[in-house]
């Protein structure tokens, strides 16, 4: 990523998407918007799109996920890119079908005939007493049903460009954002992330974390307190899981002979599991310390503040299991 300049707008995560969708509608006639209030943009990623494109290009839906997915992929079959705000990620649930062997399937069934340019926004994280059912991060399952492109932008400036890229693509893409994150600000620099790019940042050279949405967040934040330690450690922010950007994720782990994987989804069958297997299949030669994943237990996020706390990933852990595997 390009260093922040002082010409470069600085926006919050939320209206980063936003805009990331207002610069594709206002030059492709093609781009809708439905959803669940996607008029008002209650999460943010569709707030003032109405106000600037109307109600015929803006449409909210009734709340019925399977139904309104459903319509979204017949539109993009007969040309239309839609972008569906299904609110929380935890919604895809019930319209999974529609994702997985609909969305994810037409293209490859019709041999290439039918493209599925479909965008599907939900946020996806723990953010305070949400419960269970509004705290998913599911991008497992979106990686498992196999023919969904997946981002989880941790930034404005990756909300942004990968927004775009998602949108462009003649894919269906699942973008993923944290509500925790939703107020975040930064720069949106010039410089674009296309669909299978990592930030790398900071750059380090004793253990390498990578991490996606909130997890990437706070992983940044220990890598600036362990410096100040004497303690060099590399993010690698794995703001695309498909395509997966191996490449960055091989070099960094090459380079410091150590990895700590960290995820907020579930540990079993994980994101973290797949980064952990991937790195031991391409960089064990390089390993000097075993992979370490760190990630929520197979239980459901709890109500209670404290509990959901406890399960989701803290800096203190992160931290921990840095300086662990750094003296392993």
């Not at 109600?55 to 040309?79: K, N, T, W």
């Not at 997946?150 to 944290?178: G, M, Y």
């Not at 079993?268 to 299949?281: D, F, H, P």
């Not at 030669?285 to 075993?290: I, K, Q, S, T």
């Amino acid at each position: 990523m390009t260093s922040v300049s002082p010409s470069a707008p600085v926006k919050r995560l939320a209206p980063a998407l936003a805009e990331g969708i207002a610069t594709c509608m206002r030059t492709d006639p093609r781009v809708v918007v439905w959803g669940e209030d996607v008029r008002i943009g209650v999460m943010g990623p569709t707030r003032g799109l109405v106000d600037e494109f109307g109600s015929e290009r803006v449409l909210d839906c009734p709340i019925s996920e399977a139904a309104f997915v459903g319509a979204a992929i017949g539109a993009a079959a007969g040309g239309l890119r839609p972008v569906v705000d299904i609110m929380f990620s935890s919604f895809a649930y019930v319209a999974f079908d529609q994702f997985a062997n609909q969305a994810g399937r037409l293209r490859y069934m019709t041999g290439g005939q039918v493209a599925i340019p479909l965008v599907i926004i939900g946020s996806a994280g723990a953010a305070g007493a949400n419960a269970a059912q509004h705290s998913e991060v599911p991008s497992a399952l979106f990686l498992a049903a196999g023919g969904l492109r997946v981002v989880f932008p941790s930034t404005p400036h990756q909300a942004f460009w990968l927004t775009r890229a998602a949108i462009e693509s003649d894919d269906p893409v699942i973008v993923l954002h944290h509500p925790a994150l939703a107020a975040t600000r930064g720069s949106l620099e010039a410089e674009p992330l296309s669909l299978g790019d990592a930030v790398v940042e900071p750059v380090g050279r004793d253990v390498s974390v990578l991490a996606t949405g909130l997890m990437a967040h706070r992983a940044r934040a220990v890598a600036k307190r362990l410096a100040g330690e004497g303690m060099f450690v590399e993010v690698v922010d794995v703001c695309t899981l498909n395509p997966m950007p191996w490449n960055a994720i091989i070099a960094s782990v090459t380079k410091t002979g150590r990895a700590v994987v960290v995820d907020e989804g579930r540990l079993t069958c994980s994101v973290a599991s797949e980064l952990a297997a991937g790195i031991g299949e391409r960089a064990h030669d390089a390993l000097r310390a075993p992979v370490r994943r760190l990630a929520v237990p197979d239980v459901p996020i709890p109500f209670a503040p404290n509990l959901e706390a406890a399960v989701v990933p803290s800096e203190e852990a992160i931290a921990a299991m840095v300086c662990e595997v750094a003296r392993a």
